[in-house]
């Protein structure tokens, strides 16, 4: 089996996406300038960007930091046209934070994002009064939002797909004439709210939780300095390469204890397999022991993570079975079905449900090329299979755009070679 080599390695993993998309709709209707340190620089982040631009926002760019002038009024401009692209962040809190100002701003996005739900955020915001039409099919993009301000008060949400519909929403609470109670029905991904309440206290907003029913007072932002911390999604991929590795060491620099993201508790799925894992207050190091067991997990909280698991999960001893993820088939692409072809077309065999993906150990085939779906993570997560499998290339490496343009690169310097097989 050809083992690359991965070694001892620091590395230095790209902002949070989740965070900077957040930052700066906190930014934009924060009462004065705020300045977000280390945000990330990506398709996703500079649509976000782009989208505040066209609504009037003033966004100044230094490459370390962005200063964002706030506008807690609402967007300067009367009329836009936003297109989002391919990120959910952006097509779903965009749309939210316009609809508490005033003028009519028409969103649209990428194909995939106009394939993605967007129904029961668009419908809580109409039970609040906000006048939302879409052009095409209901609950999807493009859409227009005629806004006049929001009055708040109490409204139902289903997050069982999404729980981007709720961040949208109580982000918009302080935003309200009368704040807003949030009912949840079911909710998914609940690492990811909590990012969400944690930053709005950042930016002097304190949400309070009564059983299912989110509580935000009306009463707006206040600008702060706000530091964005390195993506746990993207570092998934280089603690999962350590992982695989014996003897190799990945350490990841601020990304530790005091760590807002979820997606950190990857490192926990690592160390049940048999990695060692130390995660300290600056940072996170996982080692490669050898050992690799396979294991059931639920991993609702931390989906993101799931095709990390998958394409390096026919190395482990044991089957591997991923639960509860059913909401992955509605990503970028269908995630789980993705995983399952690239995994058979390395010669592996594997099973998917309706929210599950059971993959058994070992590798039959030769390499081959990996079909990415346009998604991000499908290359980013194959890359990780081919430190063990050689001659895996991909049919769209550069869509790692979207969170890490500079995916390649970092990779082929972590293996140690320049190149890596990877035509980015
Ligand atoms: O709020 C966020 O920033 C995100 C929430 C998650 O989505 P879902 O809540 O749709 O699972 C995650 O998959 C996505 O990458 C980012
Ligand atoms: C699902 C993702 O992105 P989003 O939903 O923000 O487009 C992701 O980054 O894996």
Redesign the pocket.
């Known amino acids: 089996m050809a083992v690359d080599h991965v070694g001892m390695s620091v590395v230095d993993v790209p902002g949070s996406?989740?965070?900077t998309?957040?930052a700066l709709f906190l930014a934009a209707a924060a009462d004065g300038v705020t300045t977000l340190v280390r945000p990330l620089r990506s398709d996703d982040t500079e649509g976000f960007v782009e989208g505040l631009a066209r609504l009037g926002y003033r966004v100044g760019r230094t490459p370390d930091a962005w200063q964002v002038d706030g506008r807690p009024q609402g967007p300067a401009a009367a009329e836009a046209d936003v297109y989002c692209r391919d990120g959910?962040?952006t097509a779903r809190f965009l749309p939210t934070l316009a609809a508490a100002g005033h003028g009519t701003y028409r969103f649209d996005a990428s194909e995939q994002m106009r394939r993605r739900p967007l129904l029961p955020l668009t419908r809580a915001l109409r039970d609040l009064g906000v006048d939302l039409r879409h052009e095409r099919a209901e609950g999807h993009h493009p859409l227009t939002v005629r806004a006049a301000g929001v009055e708040g008060g109490e409204v139902v949400l289903d997050?069982g797909?999404?729980?981007?519909?709720?961040?949208a929403l109580l982000l918009l609470g302080p935003l309200t004439r009368k704040g807003l109670r949030i009912r949840v029905t079911d909710l998914?991904?609940v690492p990811?709210?909590e990012?969400?309440i944690a930053m709005m206290r950042a930016f002097g907003v304190r949400v309070d939780r009564e059983g299912d029913v989110f509580v935000v007072p009306p009463g707006g932002y206040r600008a702060t300095t706000y530091a964005i911390e390195p993506d746990a999604?993207t570092a998934s991929y280089f603690f999962a390469a350590a992982a695989v590795t014996p003897g190799a060491e990945v350490t990841v620099p601020g990304l530790g204890t005091g760590a807002l993201q979820g997606d950190l508790g990857f490192v926990d799925v690592l160390r049940r397999m048999g990695a060692q894992v130390s995660v300290g207050a600056s940072g996170t190091t996982v080692r490669g022991t050898g050992l690799l067991r396979g294991l059931t997990v639920n991993m609702r909280d931390i989906?993101?993570t799931m095709p990390t698991l998958a394409a390096i999960a026919p190395f482990a001893e044991g089957p591997v079975r991923i639960e509860d993820v059913a909401?992955?088939r509605?990503?970028e692409c269908d995630r789980l079905e993705a995983c399952a072809e690239n995994l058979r077309r390395l010669g592996v065999a594997v099973a998917t449900g309706p929210d599950w993906i059971e993959i058994q150990p070992g590798v039959r085939g030769a390499g081959a090329e990996i079909a990415s779906y346009g998604d991000h993570r499908i290359v980013m997560s194959f890359a990780v299979t081919g430190l063990r499998v050689p001659g895996i290339s991909f049919d769209d490496p550069g869509c790692v755009r979207k969170t890490f343009p500079g995916f390649h690169e970092a990779f082929a310097e972590l293996r140690g070679r320049p190149g890596n097989g990877v035509q980015a």
């Open positions: 996406k989740s965070i998309a957040r959910a962040t997050a797909q999404s729980s981007q519909y709720l961040t998914v991904s990811y709210v990012i969400t999604s989906s993101d909401n992955t509605v990503k």
